[in-house]
């Protein structure tokens, strides 16, 4: 039972660059989102599914696309990396988009030159 | 967005200490999740909070929902070095992520 698996974990890109994190979960889940983790800000929110074809912003959405063509898979797109993209990224599921528990991946940290 | 904030951002104890951090909402919470992370890991669920005023222990560890259900406290009693970590709340619809309080546990 692997839960929620996220690659690579770590990453090092050029400013211009693109790329593409991966998450995928074997849970059945229909919530799952995507989060960075900078120093003294917590998690903020990038982008969330509710459900296959399903997506919408979160707190911090500029730079980065998701979409969502598979209950399992939630791949997040960096379009042309930023030195203010260097961040954690944590890639999370759920049952329900509130009320129930989130579980995480072991995320993927990134530094953007 | 709904916006929540954590106090304090660190926290240094000696082994044997008390420990508290809390949770404050601009808006009405309709749930509150507690979660851990330990240094290079990633965020753990501990309990969550649906209940004006409840309280909830595990072990060591006590959460509370205030009345309002605006805010929310953990309290750890004796901690111990199995304790160092980041803890976060999060409430509300998305799951909105408090800024964190980072525990150091000096033995």
Known sequence: NAGVTQTPKFQVLKTGQSMTLQCAQDMNHEYMSWYRQDPGMGLRLIHYSVGAGITDQGEVPNGYNVSRSTTEDFPLRLLSAAPSQTSVYFCASSTAISGEKLFFGSGTQLSVL | ?107
């Open chain 2, 1 to 107: 967005g709904q916006q929540v904030m954590q106090i304090p951002q660190y926290q240094h104890v000696q082994e044997g200490e008390d420990f508290t951090t809390y949770c404050n909402s601009s808006t009405t919470l309709s749930n509150i999740q507690w979660y851990k992370q330990r240094p290079g890991g990633h965020p753990v669920f501990l309990i969550q909070l649906v209940k004006s005023g409840e309280v909830k222990k595990q072990k060591r560890l006590t959460f509370q929902f205030g009345e309002a259900k605006k805010n929310s406290s953990l309290h750890i009693t004796a901690t111990q070095t199995t304790d160092v970590g980041t803890y976060f709340c999060a409430g509300g619809n998305q799951f909105y992520f408090g800024t964190g309080t980072s525990l150091t546990v000096i033995p």
